[in-house]
C-alpha cells in the first residue's frame, strides 16, 4: 500500500446519488484484488478530517475506479471532484476476496454493495461457474442489471425491496433454491449490515464457505487506529480495515 | 541545511518529529510507508499487563478540524508486545518509546519492569492521562499526589529514562507538571486528548458508552500550545508538546513555546507519511527563516 496523489479522470453522476469516479493510479490500479478499498481525502483541508473509505469496483491500469453513493458529508463533497483534480489516496487496503479456480460461486450484492463484487466477477468468471443474486430498494438503485448480465453467469436473480422493475424480494428469497440448483460451495457477498444478518440467519449453516465483504466507518485503514472494529464469534474484536474487510461469516458475531 | 537535532538532555533525536501512542501502532505498520530511520523516535501504542480488547464500539466520531475517541487502549498485552518490540527494532535503529499504563500502582509498575529489561526499548512514557479508561475520564494526572506517587514508583524501578504524560483535563497543570519533575520524570509529554462529550439527540444518548471521550487533531492545537508554554515555563525538564500538529510550522512554534521536541498524533492517522512530510517541512521553514538549530528559539518566545 501506498499514500499518493491520483488524478481524477473522471468523476460521473450515474444515475439519483450513484457516481462512478475514475482515479488514475499505476500502483493502486495493478495491486488491487476484489475485495480491497482506498481511503480518499475528500477535501484538501482538516475539515472532514478523515478520509473515506471506498471499495475498488474495477482496474484498468493505469486507472481505478470508485462507485459511490451519496450519503454523507464525505461522499457529497467526493462528488464535487472535477477531472483533473489531484485527490489523496492510500491502497489498496485490506484483505480480498480468496481466489479460486472451479468452484461453483455465488455471489450476492445489496445496494452500493456491488462494487467489490462487480470486480470479482471481472477476475473471477473466467476460471470458475459464478452466479449472481443482486437487491437494492428499488430500481433507482439497483444499478448495472445490463453490464451484469453481459457476465458468462449460470444464474442471476435480481430483487426490489419495493418490486420495481424487478422482482420484489430481498437477496435472501431465493438463496437456498439457486444455492442447490447450482452445486454452490463458495459465496461472496458485500451489502448493509441487515443483509449479512439475513444471510447468516439462511445460510449461515450450510456446509459452503461463505466470505462477507463488511462496510465500517474507519479512521485510518490500515489498521492502527482501532476505531472500525466488529465483535468475533470468538468474542475478540476483529478491524474491519485490516482483518478484514472480507471474513468467513462464521468468524463474525451476528446479532441474530 | 538546518540542524534539526533535538537535545533532550538524556538522548539526542535527529529530529523532534515522535508519532504519538496511539496514532503510529506499534511501528511496524508504517514501515510500508516510510522507512521508520526518518524519525526523531516513536511511541508504541499503550500497554497493559493482559491483553486488552478496548470499548464497545463505535470509538471514533469526526467532530470540526478534530477527532473524538473512545477506543480504551486495546492491546495484546506486556508480554505479548514483548515480541513485537523485537521484531520492529530488528528494522530501524530510531529510538522506541513504549506508552505505559496501568489500572493500579502496581499494574504501572508490572508493565514498566517487563519493559525495563528490554534492550530495544529506549524510554518509557508513563501514561497517567488515558481519558477512555476509567468512568468519567479519572486517571493518576489529575491528581499532584497521584502524579507524585505513581512516577516516583515507576522512577525507582526503572533504569530507562522516563517520559510522564500528562492529561489537559486539570486546573492547573503546572503544579502537576512540577510534581512529576520533583518525583524523578526525565520528561514531560502534553498533551493527551482534551475530554469531550457527544450526543445523539435522536436517541437522546451519549454517543460513547463510556460518556466522554478524547478530542484530538488540528482543533486542540491552540489550547496544546498554550498548556506546552504554561508547563515550559514550569518545570526544568524537557517538554515534549503534542496537540493537532500538522505542519512544519506547527512543530517551529512548539519549539518557540519551550518544547524540546514534539509529537504529531491524529496526522499519523489521516495522513499515514504525514510524519514525514512534516519533518521536511521543518528542515524547509528553518531554512527559511535562517534557523540553524531548534535550540535558537526553543523557549525564545518575545513577549
Known amino acids: 500500500m501506498k499514500e499518493e496523489e491520483c488524478r481524477v479522470s473522471a468523476n460521473t453522476v450515474l444515475q439519483g446519488r450513484y457516481y462512478m469516479m475514475k482515479l488514475e493510479s499505476e500502483y493502486i490500479s495493478e495491486k488491487s484484488e476484489p475485495g480491497n478499498f482506498v481511503m480518499i481525502a475528500v477535501s484538501g483541508s482538516h475539515d472532514p478530517l478523515l478520509k473515506r473509505p471506498f471499495g475498488i469496483f474495477k482496474t484498468d491500469p493505469p486507472y481505478f475506479y470508485i462507485y459511490y453513493e451519496v450519503v454523507g458529508r464525505g461522499s457529497k463533497l467526493m462528488a464535487l471532484k472535477k477531472e483533473g483534480e489531484q485527490v489523496m489516496v492510500v491502497g489498496p487496503l485490506g484483505n480480498s476476496f480468496p481466489k479460486y479456480e472451479n468452484e461453483n460461486i455465488l455471489i450476492v450484492g445489496g445496494g452500493r454493495g456491488i462494487a467489490p463484487l462487480y470486480f470479482a466477477l471481472e477476475k473471477y468468471t473466467g476460471s470458475n461457474n459464478i452466479s449472481l443474486i443482486y437487491g437494492a430498494r428499488s430500481k433507482d438503485d439497483l444499478l448495472f442489471t445490463e453490464k451484469l448480465k453481459k457476465f458468462p453467469l449460470k444464474e442471476t436473480a435480481f430483487y426490489t425491496d419495493d418490486g420495481s422493475g424487478f422482482t420484489k424480494g430481498f437477496v435472501t428469497s431465493d438463496i437456498k433454491q439457486i444455492i442447490v440448483r447450482n452445486g454452490i460451495n463458495v459465496t461472496f457477498s458485500c451489502g448493509p449490515d441487515k443483509m449479512f444478518e439475513s444471510l447468516n440467519k439462511e445460510i449461515g449453516n450450510f456446509n459452503i464457505r461463505n466470505f462477507v465483504s463488511l462496510e465500517a466507518f474507519m479512521g485510518c485503514g490500515f489498521g492502527i487506529c482501532y476505531s472500525c472494529v466488529v465483535k468475533g464469534s470468538d468474542g475478540k474484536y476483529k478491524k474491519v480495515c485490516s482483518d478484514g474487510p472480507v471474513f468467513r461469516m462464521e468468524e463474525i458475531k451476528w446479532q441474530t | 541545511m538546518a540542524d534539526l537535532t533535538a537535545d533532550l538532555g538524556f538522548i539526542k533525536l535527529k529530529n523532534p518529529v515522535i508519532p504519538a501512542s496511539g496514532t503510529f501502532g506499534y511501528g511496524g505498520e ?114 499532584v499526589t497521584d502524579t507524585k506517587r505513581v512516577v516516583k514508583l515507576i522512577k525507582k524501578n526503572t533504569e530507562k529514562p522516563l517520559i510522564v504524560k500528562l492529561s489537559p483535563n486539570v486546573s492547573d497543570i503546572s503544579s502537576i507538571a512540577l510534581s512529576a519533575e520533583e518525583a524523578g520524570a526525565d520528561a514531560i509529554s502534553v498533551v493527551n486528548t482534551f475530554l469531550g462529550l457527544a450526543l445523539d439527540i435522536e436517541k437522546r444518548k451519549p454517543v460513547f458508552k463510556n460518556f466522554f471521550a478524547g478530542l484530538s487533531g488540528p482543533a486542540i492545537k491552540p489550547l496544546a500550545l498554550k498548556i506546552v508554554w504554561e508547563v515550559a515555563n514550569a518545570v526544568s525538564i524537557p517538554v515534549i508538546g503534542i496537540g493537532g500538529i500538522t505542519t512544519g510550522r506547527d512543530v517551529l512554534e512548539f519549539i518557540l513555546a519551550g518544547a524540546a521536541a514534539i509529537q504529531t498524533g491524529t496526522v499519523n492517522i489521516v495522513e499515514p507519511t504525514g510524519s514525514v512530510r512534516i519533518i521536511n517541512e521543518t528542515r524547509e521553514l528553518m531554512d527559511k527563516l535562517k534557523i540553524n538549530k531548534l535550540e535558537e528559539i526553543r523557549g525564545c518566545l518575545e513577549i
Open chain 2, 30 to 143: 508504517f514501515l510500508q510507508f516510510f522507512d521508520l530511520d526518518l524519525l526523531g523516535a516513536f511511541v508504541m501504542k499503550g500497554v497493559y499487563t493482559d491483553e486488552r480488547g478496548g470499548n464497545e464500539p463505535p470509538r471514533i466520531l469526526e467532530t470540526p478540524s478534530g477527532l473524538l475517541n473512545s477506543i480504551g487502549l486495546a492491546g495484546p498485552g506486556a508480554e505479548g508486545l514483548t515480541g513485537i518490540i523485537k521484531d520492529v527494532a530488528s528494522k530501524t535503529l530510531t529510538p522506541i518509546i513504549v506508552n505505559v499504563c496501568g489500572g493500579s500502582d502496581d499494574e504501572y509498575l508490572e508493565v514498566a519492569r517487563v519493559l525495563d529489561v528490554m534492550k530495544e526499548v529506549a524510554m518509557l512514557e508513563l501514561n497517567i492521562s488515558c481519558p477512555n479508561v476509567r468512568a468519567g475520564g479519572r486517571c493518576p494526572a489529575q491528581s
